[in-house]
């Protein structure tokens, strides 16, 4: 149970709100983020001035209402004029109305002007939202990888205690450098997505067949989480993003080990394989990538998500089985994992699949090597 | 002073009650057919949606009958008329509209989407998902050829000039339908001047001759699309050229139609000895009608064939 | 505006029907108007259920009660039935009792139209909401629906929700073409443009910017039907089309819609204020050009809804000034209420402190709308719960406080009893405190950074969810209240006057009708001075 008191005192800060921002410089629990980076930071100030602006008109205007309702009521024996028009007094308030504007949107224009800025960046990367997660590539170095959501489903379900960073935390984070350029070409691959990192005021919508720009330059080392801003469909609420921002040399060393590791995987391929090393890495697999949909079970959420529990294609029909995976299924959230996954860990999601529940038992009991993926690969490519 | 309320207020009515259950089952008849999953009909969908059409159909026979039928009656005086006008006026401009959300889509296709994709504009950097696509209108090749083929062949002028030059235009059936219909606007004019004239042979004449036009239009809009389909390769699937093409003269096409039943049913109440100098609300509802969607035409020539 | 009228009588004085085909047949105004209203009642209590299960789900972290699938099938079918259900259907059914009385007619100019427009909606909704129970599930994908999650990603039922759209289009169309044509034809003599009632001037503006953007909305999901179904490639940028497309669309209708939910109710509370402010209305034809201006304004800040969907820069900032001057004819209005109160002769009736909590609250709304119209502050607000605050305050304290007092106004007019002036009272201050207390801290929350549409959220968003949700639920029970009050004043209410408040002969037509008016309201024309 939370404390009735800590929600109190809470809600009587929120109110406080209205006192001087300086008070509350970091992020809080009740204002926008000041953010890190310069723009973010502008941004914070305009919110603040356009916030108070409103705030004054109300003040006055309110003012000026409640004092008539208080000393005009009837009760109190008020009589009633019968002026029902004022026309210099109304070109007064238009005019003042209007000049308040003008005052607006002034700075809103400049600051607009410099966070719009889509030169290319010092570091360019590759924003894609898929249904549900987030890949990021950097377009110089050649790295890529998927970032999902790493708050266990027993967490969400109420089984266990949640913790300090449920439903912000990541597998994996997109990782730059401090005081860098960093440009972000942002594109869906399904439905519409948003990326947003508050800290940078960085939010754009991630649009299926085109691409958006956006750019950063932090300043400060740290981890910044944000999330997915544009419904996308059921786990719009479980792609949260998480940037670590690092020195430069942690981030030189990052890139390297990441090109290395991604070696290290190709040489897998011409491993000998057996049943179970699959089984055992394909179970890894399936917990990170397919369990959102077609859940730990094998047993999905039909009608949506299909069961793979007692599939004809899981069971018997080993070409089709890869080619869904590799190629997706068009319209539906089963997207293609061609890209996503490396040859090895499809054959053994595949392979784990085959093997798993009673699948194993009913089905061809077929398995699937890394090579028969290559070929697959090779074979669409021709 | 005041004056007596004149105007005709009917009594309660069983038809608009009917209406809404015909629109029930147009519902209904409509999703089920396109995706029989969602009902119980299976196969049988359309027959439910053709129920809908009889009814819907049947339902405005007696409804409009008993419009006729009032007026006949002298029920109807000046101010209701006056509604009527009004009324249809409105219906027109929603009518307009409709069509303005197709042309804002030609429209955003032209000027943003299709260059962004192909690499031009502030946004043409999206033209890094789409390796090798070019902007071109008509679009012939479209970003993914795969999921969208685009078509073989196109529709507008400039192809119909390029290919077979002055022969080429004379060939090209859009140039037809427009005189067909500015034609049309002009004789349905003419049986305008007649009734007003108090001439009802003069009516007659030019109101059939407006009809002859009118679904000559439609025959020849029909040639066309079956050459599309047939011989073009140019259907709704073939991208977002087919898309808008379709959608906007079909949608059009379809108009066309509506007139033109309205119409005929103005003629056979013309050839019954219906309407009079200053009654005549009916027809005139149909004639505007028939200019509104010769306007719409001139826009699709413009828009969609020409430019 | 002063006004005489001589009762004789000549035809037809028929009273109603009876029985239940009185309802199903009935081209009266005013049983049409009941009806109206009725059913946006009953949709009140269906969306307001929803957000109830929205609200449990929110009100700790965690998944309690329904499942995210189910969630966004609420989220959905609360917004699509508010804003068609509940907010349109209501200010129909109120310009259906209201227009012909104060204009002087019979009634409605096209009667049998009128019962159809009626008619449609509970079929269209009768299906929307029957998606819910299909297999496949309801829409479930936002009230605004955006490509392609509402069409290749989309529930088959999708098709169902398409037709329903295009059925409540043809119901808005129809009724505002009726309601124009009356307005515009069937004034009494002497009741010139600017002699109107500003609720019949709201609605001559709504009903016009409804037929100017409800086709719009029929062509947005006939794309869709298409794309779906017919392989076009409108909003596939795979055959040329763009997702964004669907969005420019859409807030081409979305936009002029926000302010059909809030004209009629900018009419309903400029003659609540005057009539209990004992004053004409201030700067009469100010709010009259106020109000053309808003609908001029509204179909050129579409966009504002998209900007972070990566516009180009120059649409970004035309979008920004363009909405930002919708504050100017709105502070018209604000001002000219604040006018008219001012020097007034003030009682606090019910539907008065309706109207007032209105002026303040919708400009609490309104300000917070001007925020979000500040194109980079606006990356930071987007899509979280300062836009769903936003909106609650201008269509909760908004439009359905203006359409409760408006009820509270009228009530007794139609039926001939008073109300409970006690528990009308009592229904008013619960509302009020509990509708801040819901909707206040969504401010917090959003600008801390909890976004919209999430069944689920971080654990520093937690002590507000939980507030917001408490909030909700004693407003929603609040609102059971307002059902009881009015069945009371139906069945035992007091007899109320002709004129119901004081001096009213002098604030516009209805009031010089018997309480309840003749089933006919003017069988005799009116003449207007
Ligand atoms: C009744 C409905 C209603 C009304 C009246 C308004 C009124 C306004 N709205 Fe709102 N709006 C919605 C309903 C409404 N809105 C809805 C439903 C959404 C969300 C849709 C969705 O995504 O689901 C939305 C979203 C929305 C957005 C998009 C936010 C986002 O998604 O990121 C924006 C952005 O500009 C906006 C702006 C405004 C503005 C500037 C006004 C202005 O009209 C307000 C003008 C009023 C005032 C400013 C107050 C009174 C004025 C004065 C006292 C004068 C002096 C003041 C000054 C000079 C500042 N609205
Ligand atoms: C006109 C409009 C209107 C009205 C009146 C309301 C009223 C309310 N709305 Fe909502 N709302 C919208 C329009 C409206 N809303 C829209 C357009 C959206 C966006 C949807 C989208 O994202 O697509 C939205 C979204 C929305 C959300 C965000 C959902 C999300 O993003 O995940 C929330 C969350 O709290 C919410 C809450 C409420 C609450 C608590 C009320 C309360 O005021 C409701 C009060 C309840 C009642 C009046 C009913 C009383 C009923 C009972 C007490 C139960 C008894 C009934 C039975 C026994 C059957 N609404
Ligand atoms: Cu991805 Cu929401
Ligand atoms: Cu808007």
Redesign the interface.
């Known amino acids: 149970m939370?404390s009735i008191s800590?929600?109190t005192r809470?809600?009587i800060y929120?109110l406080l709100?209205l006192a001087p921002t300086s008070v509350f410089s970091e992020a809080?629990?009740?204002?926008?983020?000041v953010g890190v980076t310069e723009?973010s930071k502008?941004?914070f100030d305009?919110?603040m001035l356009?916030?108070w602006i409103?705030v004054w008109?109300?003040v006055v205007?309110?003012g000026?209402?409640f004092y008539?309702?208080f000393k005009?009521?009837?009760?109190t024996g008020?009589?009633?004029?019968?002026?029902?028009?004022?026309f210099w007094?109304?070109i007064t308030?238009?005019v003042a109305?209007?000049l308040i504007?003008v005052g607006?949107?002034i700075p809103?224009?400049t600051?607009?002007?410099k966070?719009?800025d889509d030169r290319e960046g010092d570091i360019n990367i590759m924003v894609t939202g898929y249904?549900w997660k987030w890949q990021y590539k950097y377009l110089e170095d050649d790295i890529s990888f998927f970032s999902n959501l790493s708050t266990s489903q027993e967490?969400?379900?109420?089984d266990i205690p949640?913790g300090?960073?449920?439903?912000?935390e990541v597998d994996e984070p997109l990782v730059i450098p401090i005081n860098k350029r960093i440009r972000f070409l942002i594109t869906g691959n399904?439905?519409?997505h948003?990326w947003?990192v508050?800290d940078f005021?960085?939010?754009?919508?991630a649009?299926?067949?085109?691409i958006?720009?956006a750019w950063t330059n932090v300043p400060k080392p740290g981890i910044y989480r944000?999330?997915?801003?544009?419904?996308?469909?059921?786990?719009?609420?479980?792609m949260p993003v998480v940037v670590r921002a690092v020195e430069q040399e942690e981030y030189d060393a990052w890139v390297v080990e990441k090109i290395a590791l991604a070696e290290a995987e190709r040489l897998l391929n011409e491993k000998v394989w057996t049943k179970a090393e699959l089984v055992e890495r394909g179970e890894g697999v399936y917990l990170k990538n397919c369990v959102a949909c077609h859940q730990t079970n094998g047993q999905g959420?039909p009608?949506?998500f299909p069961a793979l529990v007692g599939s004809e294609i899981v069971m018997r029909d080993k070409t089709r089985n890869i080619e869904i995976l590799m190629e997706g299924v068009?319209?539906?959230?089963m997207q293609s994992f061609a890209n996503q996954l490396s040859e090895v860990d499809m054959a053994s999601v595949i392979t784990y699949t085959r093997q798993s529940w009673s699948n194993g038992k009913n089905g061809d009991g077929e398995i699937i090597i890394p090579q028969e993926i290559v070929d697959y690969k090779n074979k669409v490519d021709l | 002073?005041?004056?007596?309320?004149p105007?005709y207020?009917?009594?309660?009515?069983?038809?608009?009650?009917a209406?809404?259950?015909t629109?029930?089952v147009?519902?209904?008849g409509?999703?089920t057919t396109?995706?029989p999953?969602?009902g119980p009909f299976g196969d049988n969908s359309y027959l439910v949606l053709l129920t809908g059409f009889l009814m819907m159909w049947t339902t405005m026979f007696f409804?409009f009958s008993q419009v006729v039928k009032e007026n006949n009656e002298g029920l109807n005086n000046n101010?209701?008329n006056?509604?009527?006008y009004?009324?249809m006026a409105?219906?027109i401009?929603?009518?307009v509209?409709?069509f303005?959300?197709?042309f804002?889509?030609l429209g955003?296709?032209r000027m943003?989407?299709?260059p962004?994709?192909g690499g031009e504009?502030?946004?043409g950097i999206?033209n890094m998902?789409?390796p090798g696509f070019e902007a071109h209108w008509p679009?012939m090749i479209?970003?993914?050829q795969a999921?969208?083929p685009g078509p073989a062949e196109e529709m507008s002028l400039g192809t119909a000039y390029s290919h077979g030059g002055l022969a080429g235009v004379l060939g090209w059936i859009p140039l037809y339908n427009t005189v067909l219909l500015l034609t049309s606007s002009v004789t349905v004019h003419i049986a305008h001047i007649g009734l007003k004239n108090g001439n009802r042979k003069q009516f007659n004449l030019w109101l059939a001759i407006t009809l002859v036009l009118g679904y000559a239009f439609v025959a020849l809009q029909a040639y066309e699309y079956y050459e599309a389909y047939t011989h073009m390769g140019l259907?709704?699937?073939?991208?977002?050229?087919?898309?808008t093409f379709?959608?906007l003269t079909g949608f059009h096409g379809f108009h066309v139609c509506l007139g033109a039943i309205i119409l005929t049913v103005m003629l056979i109440r013309g050839l019954k000895g219906h309407f009079s100098h200053d009654d005549q609300f009916g027809f005139e509802a149909g004639s505007w009608y028939w200019h509104f969607v010769d306007v719409v035409w001139i826009c699709l020539v413009a828009f969609v064939y020409v430019m | 505006m002063s006004t005489?009228?001589?009762t004789?009588d000549?035809h037809?004085h028929?009273g109603p029907?009876k029985g239940l085909?009185?309802w199903?047949?009935?081209?009266?105004h005013k049983d049409i108007g009941t009806l109206y209203l009725w059913f946006s009642f009953l949709m009140l209590f269906i969306g307001g259920a929803m957000a109830m299960v929205i609200r449990a789900e929110l009100f700790e972290?965690?998944?309690?009660i329904v499942q995210?699938?189910f969630f966004?099938q609420m989220t959905t079918n609360h917004g699509l039935i508010m804003v068609f259900g509940v907010i349109m259907p209501a200010f129909v059914g109120l310009a259906n009792w209201m227009i012909p009385m104060q204009i002087g007619?019979?009634?409605m100019?096209?009667?049998?139209?009128?019962?159809?427009s009626f008619?449609?909606l509970?079929?269209?909704f009768?299906?929307l909401i029957s998606t819910l129970f299909?297999?496949?599930?309801g829409p479930?994908?936002?009230w605004t629906f955006?490509a392609?999650?509402s069409t290749?990603?989309a529930?088959?039922?999708v098709?169902?929700f398409?037709?329903?759209v295009?059925?409540m289009g043809?119901s808005s169309?129809l009724g505002?073409?009726?309601i124009?044509?009356?307005i515009?034809?069937?004034r009494a003599?002497g009741m010139t443009l600017m002699k109107m009632p500003l609720f019949v001037w709201s609605w001559l503006i709504t009903a016009y910017l409804l037929?100017?953007?409800?086709?719009?909305l029929?062509?947005?999901v006939t794309?869709m039907?298409?794309d779906i179904?017919?392989?076009?490639?409108?909003f596939?940028?795979?055959?040329?089309?763009?997702?964004?497309?669907f969005q420019?669309?859409f807030w081409?209708f979305g936009h002029p819609e926000v302010y059909i939910m809030i004209l009629p109710a900018f009419g309903i509370v400029s003659h609540i204020i005057e009539t209990f402010?004992?004053?004409?209305?201030?700067?009469?034809?100010?709010m009259v050009y106020a109000l053309t201006s808003i609908a001029v304004l509204s179909f050129v800040v579409w966009a504002h809804h998209m900007f972070?969907?990566?516009m180009?820069?120059a649409g970004?900032?035309f979008f920004?000034?363009s909405t930002?001057?919708i504050?100017?004819p709105t502070?018209?209005k604000?001002?000219?209420w604040?006018?008219?109160?001012?020097?007034?002769?003030?009682?606090f009736e019910t539907p008065m402190l309706f109207a007032?909590a209105f002026?303040?609250l919708f400009?609490?709304g309104g300000?917070?709308g001007?925020?979000l119209a500040?194109?980079?502050?606006d990356?930071?607000y987007?899509?979280?719960y300062f836009v769903v605050a936003h909106f609650h305050y201008v269509l909760v304290p908004g439009s359905l406080f203006g359409i409760i007092a408006g009820v509270y106004y009228w009530l007794p007019k139609w039926t001939g009893n008073m109300y409970d002036e006690t528990l009308g009272k009592l229904h008013f201050w619960l509302s009020f405190f509990s509708v801040n207390l819901t909707f206040f801290?969504m401010h917090?929350?959003g600008?801390?950074?909890m976004?919209?549409?999430?069944?689920?959220?971080?654990?520093?968003?937690?002590?507000?969810n939980?507030?917001v949700s408490v909030g909700a639920f004693i407003f929603g029970f609040t609102q059971l209240l307002l059902l009881f009050i009015v069945i009371k004043s139906i069945r035992t209410g007091k007899k109320a006057s002709d004129e119901v408040w004081e001096d009213t002969k002098d604030w516009g037509l209805e009031w010089t009708l018997d309480s309840p008016p003749p089933y006919?309201s003017?069988?005799?024309?009116?003449?207007v001075k």
């Not at chain 1, 005009?72 to 009760?75: A, D, I, L």
């Not at chain 2, 002073?1 to 309320?5: G, I």
């Not at chain 3, 402010?277 to 100010?286: A, D, E």
């Not at chain 3, 008219?340 to 009682?347: A, E, K, N, Q, V």
């Open positions: 939370k800590r929600v809470k809600f929120a709100f809080s629990d009740y204002n926008m983020p723009v502008e941004i305009l919110h356009i916030m409103c008109i109300g205007v309110f000026i209402m008539s309702l005009y009521r009837k009760s008020a009589k009633a004029s019968k002026i029902d028009d004022h007094l109304e308030w238009t109305a209007t504007l607006m949107a809103s224009t600051v607009m002007i966070a719009y249904q967490q969400i379900d109420n949640k300090e960073f449920y439903l912000s399904d439905v519409i948003s947003w508050p005021a960085v939010k754009q919508d649009v299926p067949g085109f958006n720009t944000g999330a997915c801003t544009e419904l996308c469909g059921i786990k719009h609420a479980f959420l009608p949506v068009r319209g539906a959230a | 002073m005041s004056s007596p309320q105007y207020v009917p009594e309660s009515s069983k038809l608009p009650f209406m809404a259950v629109m029930l147009l519902i209904i409509a999703s396109v995706k999953e969602l409804w101010m209701l006056n509604s009527y009004y009324g409105w219906f401009f929603s009518e509209m409709f303005f959300a197709f804002l889509a955003y296709i943003f989407a299709v962004w994709l504009g502030e946004k999206a998902l789409w679009l479209t970003p993914d999921a969208f259907t709704l699937k073939t991208g977002v050229y087919g898309t379709f959608m | 005489i009228v001589e004789h000549d037809g028929h029907a085909t009185r199903l047949y009935t081209t009266n972290p965690g998944l309690q995210p699938e966004n007619a019979p009634d100019a096209l009667p049998r139209l009128n019962n159809l008619w449609l509970p079929m269209a009768g299906i299909m297999p496949a599930g479930n994908f936002g955006y392609p999650l290749t990603y529930p088959d039922t098709t169902f398409i037709f329903s295009h059925v043809a169309i505002s073409i009726n124009i044509t009356t515009l034809n069937m003599p037929i100017a953007v409800m086709p719009v029929a062509g947005t794309m039907l298409m179904h017919f392989g076009t490639s409108f596939d940028a795979a055959g040329g089309g763009d997702p964004v497309l420019h669309i081409f402010s004992r004053k004409p209305i201030f700067g009469y034809s100010s972070t969907v990566g180009p820069l970004e900032l920004m000034y930002m001057l504050a100017i502070g018209v604000v001002f000219n604040v006018a008219t109160m001012f020097r007034g002769s003030i009682s007032i002026v303040s400009t609490i300000f917070s001007l925020m500040i194109v980079p502050a990356f930071q987007h899509d979280t801290p917090f929350v600008l801390a950074g976004p919209r549409r999430y069944p689920d959220y971080a654990l520093q968003f937690a002590d507000f939980a507030i006919h003017f069988t005799v024309q009116p003449e």
